[in-house]
DNA sequence: GATAATAATTGAACGTCGTTCATATTATCT
DNA sequence: AGATAATATGAACGACGTTCAATTATTATC
């Protein structure tokens, strides 16, 4: 058969793709983004150095597969948060599994956007997808919460609420010195979403 | 005199920190941080290319020096805002004059927090400081709305505030391709802030 | 002004990085 | 078995930040 002989290749070249993928995974994971380097991934694949390169276009490609895992695992600590929450207490449940994810996976959390494509490559489509479905964990809640709104309009709300959420965390994290206590952090947090949730219901009994 | 070699060495060397500090200003904003090259650098500066290294420990010592300016600039715009605008707008007016910012001057906007530090090295005071200051222009709008609210409680939440425009701001800008347009950008700001100012109101008139 | 002592400047060289590609190796077909 | 094609390899390349022996300029001493 003309085919066993590609069948093969690809299969081991798919096989060689997980195990770096799994390589990497658990360096960024330790060390961060900037820990990842192409030798030493080699090294602990037990390949070549240019085998990453028959299983990868470059590190780039590598680091997006990475990050989509990273994506995938803060989806279901999202959901997780979501089961045991009833829907007023949603957005906070939201918030807080977003910031514990950032606390407890910080280097894979920063990897998400620390990492940038060279100028001029686009995001591929999968990967697009896979931050966008981010926003879609905050639709339910929102739904609940303004039971009138237009779709796209609760859509953009959603964007809006998880970037601020985002932002809290984000600079909350940035400078661990002297900066920011843990107990201040989550503080804030809670904060941040009560002032929203409570302008949120300000709105839709006002504007029904 | 003994001190006028000194004097005069010192001299030439702040001469050569500025130009350098000048030239790494013009790479950044219209290149971006990793358009930052040590080569290119000397050979725009006219000087050789340890030359660098004697002005600078590194060239993140640089990059920290070029912050500094931005975020000078950064200050002065979000000042401006806040001059022709009454109390009740000021918080809009000050997230607008960000987007601006962010918008009008991306790579040097960005270079502030995609710059860090190797691990292990502590951010100057200096550059801590500048940072925080970004902080304080909420304070005043903060005040006037919550007149009767504790300091500390304030300029907590003024980090709170400003954290979340940042991550509206920075996500939103995030991936041009296909992703937010210009003026939903701005509509989703407006909204954060109209939401995050009602529930402000509506905690001063429970809680005073 | 000549000479020794000292400071400042230089750019070749080092180590590290991602990536490539001529070569060696292995598998497939006749 | 030998010819042929796919695959794997790691030395080599170019770019990077940084260093430091060697050179040049400056100051001090006579």
């Known amino acids: 058969m003309s085919d066993t002989r590609t069948e093969a290749g690809t299969e081991r070249r798919a096989q060689l793709r997980d ?8 360096t960024i994971a330790a060390h961060g983004l900037a820990g990842l380097k192409a030798r030493d991934l080699a090294t602990a694949a ?6 990453i390169y028959t299983a990868f ?20 600590a999202l959901d997780a948060a979501l089961i045991d929450a009833d829907a007023t207490q949603a957005l906070e449940a939201l918030a807080r599994a977003y910031l514990n994810f950032a606390r407890t996976e910080e280097p894979s959390w920063r990897a998400l956007f620390e990492h940038r494509l060279p100028r001029g490559t686009p995001v591929p ?3 697009a997808d896979a931050r966008n ?3 879609n964990r905050l639709d339910a809640p929102l ?40 107990a201040l952090l989550a503080a804030q947090l809670e904060t941040l979403v009560r002032l929203l949730a409570a302008g949120l219901m300000m709105e839709s009994t006002r504007l029904p």
Chains 1, 2 share one sequence.
């Open 19 to 26: 195990r770096l993928i799994d390589i990497a995974e658990h």
């Open 46 to 51: 037990g390949c070549a150095l240019g085998a």
């Open 57 to 76: 276009d470059d590190l780039d490609e590598l680091i997006l597969r990475v990050n989509a895992r990273t994506l995938a695992r803060l989806e279901r």
């Open 125 to 127: 489509q999968w990967y």
């Open 133 to 135: 479905r981010l926003f």
């Open 143 to 182: 739904a609940s919460l303004l039971p009138g709104k237009d779709e796209m309009i609760r859509a953009a709300l959603a964007r809006t609420l998880f970037s601020a959420v985002h932002g809290v965390v984000a600079l909350g994290l940035e400078e661990k010195i002297a900066d920011t206590p843990p």
